[in-house]
């Protein structure tokens, strides 16, 4: 294991990275103090759980009254006696409320919106993860408060200086950052302004792991023989899987050899093939009722799906009293057995993607990978781990995971990235660039084809719009700090027009490798962000077209700057012989177009 830098800092800080996970979330934080090596600690006590201190993780649901003001949250809507009073008071309990966030590409036909528990009415899910956000927030302070010596000074000394780490699963792009940024501010744990979001920080679910991997000593081993390896970080909503390589070891650097992967398959899905299973079976049965349903599957959650490990031994779910019968089913003194392939199936779906993705994702890796870590709370599944790890042994790789705490792997990774950023250059998962006009040329039949699109810019030449520009294609390897830019011109009759600038980026997800026209699969093009600038200042160079007509040109460039967690867009243009730049807002598309 490596051990932490000293703060470079001037002034004491505070950095609290939050998992807010499909299941269970968690949150670690580190006091920044100038001169010092930084402890990374997770938050280990919460309301709700004071008979089990030392536990860092509390389960992600929340208990809302009818009025929308939240009751409980955490373990403390998870209390014994919790669901007869959300009985008396009419509360509506929200859980796996993360995956209303998830990208919309995620969607297959192993998750449909309509299998999802619903979300309150008149709330958004941006709502309900801001309320959850502001609890989780609210206990840190109260561990950190009560747990350090003076710790009310503490809190004082840095309120306004904390640092947040949100993570997310390796399949959320910048529309999730943006969201979950906003209901940090709806929270209340930064400001909205452009201090306050700057705050804010984000890690894939994946990276983050390995920086627990490295951190806990899980990856010593494996660092000090140069190896490659791959994080499967399988958590309740999705199973994250990441490859990296070692490429220096003082100091340590990584880099990311393949796009990472994010597929639907975690534990929140065998909760759902059971519930339907229970269904089926139940449905000619005295107990297929939702009420004993709903009895049986949390015993399920809580109990029979943790230590499962063997199709060979049956498997039992307690619901109702020693009266409950019925032998056509397999229901004897309020236990309904399962048998062994019965419980098999429920998991094997995830297996399946997992081992398959693994494989993908091994071949498409720049350098061979021996090793895989398995991380997340579905982690600690018996039957997962022994067929995951069977299966990667016929495929040459060796499976290893930490003896416990799997659960907090994210948001202890998620400060130590903050601290470290061990990661250097990371893999492009998809192709990014803007929707613009290119001019006409008849010699090329594409042209010819969509002449009945054509449009007259003001200086009298020809265009043709729907063509995509790529900036940054699939599968570039990009350093942390690295830019990729293109220069584009628009033109105006008036040159007012061009006192401000706009551009949208927009990425691509088909398959071609040099895509051109939108109008060919127009559904694997989709918007990231628009970037704008004010460029009021800026002299518009005027010109006269073919026909005499006068007009103004003004030139710039779209530059991205990817190898962040987060992708980020600028636009550049000078300004006095000086270069400007212009941070990324939401605008209406505008027309520009490629300058040769």
Request: aromatic residues 8%; hydrophobic residues 35%.
């Amino acid at each position: 294991m490596t051990s932490l830098q000293k703060y470079q800092g001037d002034v004491r800080k505070l950095v609290v990275a939050i998992d807010v996970g499909t299941t269970y979330s968690g949150v670690a934080y580190a006091v920044l103090d100038p001169g010092v090596v930084p402890n990374i600690q997770g938050v280990k006590r919460f309301p709700g759980q004071e008979n089990m201190a030392g536990d860092s993780k509390i389960p992600s649901i929340l208990y809302y009254r009818r009025d929308g003001t939240m009751h409980s949250a955490g373990a403390e809507a998870a209390q014994p006696g919790m669901e007869l009073e959300a009985e008396d008071e009419d509360l509506q309990l929200v859980s796996w409320f993360k995956l209303h966030l998830r990208p919309e590409r995620l969607d297959s036909g192993e998750i449909k919106r309509s299998e999802l528990p619903p979300l309150p009415e008149g709330k958004t899910v941006l709502d309900v993860f801001a309320d959850f956000l502001r609890y989780l927030f609210a206990c840190t302070k109260r561990y950190i408060c009560q747990t350090h010596a003076s710790g009310e000074s503490l809190w004082s000394s840095v309120h306004d200086r904390i640092e947040f780490v949100l993570s997310h699963p390796n399949g959320w792009e910048g529309l999730q950052q943006g969201k979950m940024r906003q209901a940090a501010v709806m929270a209340g744990l930064i400001p909205d302004t452009l201090e306050g979001h700057e705050r804010v920080h984000f890690v894939t679910e994946g990276e983050a792991s390995l920086h627990y991997c490295i951190r806990s000593g899980l990856a010593t081993d494996v660092i000090a023989d140069g190896q490659n390896v791959m994080i499967v970080d399988a958590g309740g909503g999705t199973v994250d899987i990441s490859s990296y390589s070692f490429t220096s070891t003082s100091p340590l650097t990584v880099e990311e050899i393949a796009s990472a992967d994010c597929i639907m398959q975690g534990s929140t899905r065998v909760n759902v093939r059971a519930e339907n299973f229970l269904h089926e079976l139940l449905k000619d049965s005295a107990y297929g009722n939702e009420e004993d349903i709903k009895a049986m599957m949390d015993y399920f959650d809580k109990s029979t799906k943790p230590i499962f490990k063997d199709k060979k031994e049956p498997a039992y779910i307690k619901f109702g009293s020693m009266k409950c019968n019925d032998p056509k089913v397999n229901i004897r003194r309020g236990q309904l057995m399962l048998t062994g392939t019965d419980m098999e199936s429920f998991f094997m779906s995830a297996l399946t993607s997992i081992v398959a993705t693994v494989q993908s994702q091994r071949q498409a890796a720049s350098s061979p990978i021996s090793t895989v870590f398995l991380v997340g709370g579905f982690a600690a599944s018996p039957w997962l781990y022994a067929n995951l790890q069977r299966e990667l042994e016929t495929l040459g790789l060796s499976l290893c995971r930490p003896d416990t705490h799997t659960n907090k792997a994210v948001a202890e990774g998620g400060v130590s990235f903050y601290l470290e950023h061990f990661v250097s250059a990371r893999i492009i998962k998809m192709t990014y660039g803007t929707i613009i006009g290119t001019e006409l040329n008849l010699m090329d039949p594409e042209h010819r084809a969509r002449m009945h699109k054509r449009l007259v810019r003001p200086s009298g030449r020809i265009m043709l719009p729907d063509y995509f520009s790529a900036i940054l294609t699939k599968g570039t390897r990009v350093q942390g700090n690295e830019e990729k830019s293109e220069s584009y011109m628009k033109e105006a009759r008036e040159v007012k027009t061009l006192d401000t600038m706009s551009a949208e980026i927009t990425c691509y997800r088909g398959s071609k490798r040099d895509p051109r026209w939108v109008d060919v699969e127009p559904e694997c093009f989709t918007t990231l962000c628009t970037v704008f600038a004010d460029t009021s200042k800026v002299i518009k160079a005027p010109r006269i077209a073919s026909n005499g007509a006068r007009h103004y040109v003004q030139v710039f460039d779209i530059v991205l700057m990817c190898g962040l967690t987060e992708l980020q867009a600028q636009i550049r243009w000078k300004e006095n012989g000086e270069e400007k730049r212009g941070p990324a807002k939401i605008v209406y598309e505008d027309n520009i177009e490629r300058l040769h």
